[in-house]
């Protein structure tokens, strides 16, 4: 089990190393989605919680965070 995880975290590590800017532009996009529920009130709790804009800075950051040190 442990031995499959580090393989994983290999793998990821690898494919994120060539692909530095991918993570924070995942992130972009969630914010951006966020603002296209703000557009669209009627969809409830998902357009009043903000979730996709707190998801969205949180994986930029994230992300600004393993590019640099990658």
């Known amino acids: ?36 529920f703000q557009i669209f009130p009627q969809l409830g709790w998902l357009a009043s919680s903000d979730l996709f804009l707190h998801l969205g800075v949180i994986l930029a950051i994230i992300g600004f965070m393993l590019a640099w040190a990658l």
């Open 1 to 36: 089990m442990l031995v499959k995880i580090n393989q994983l975290i290999d793998v990821l590590s690898e494919f994120f190393a060539q692909r530095k800017g991918l993570i924070p532009l995942i992130g972009l996009a969630f914010v951006v989605v966020n603002l296209i």
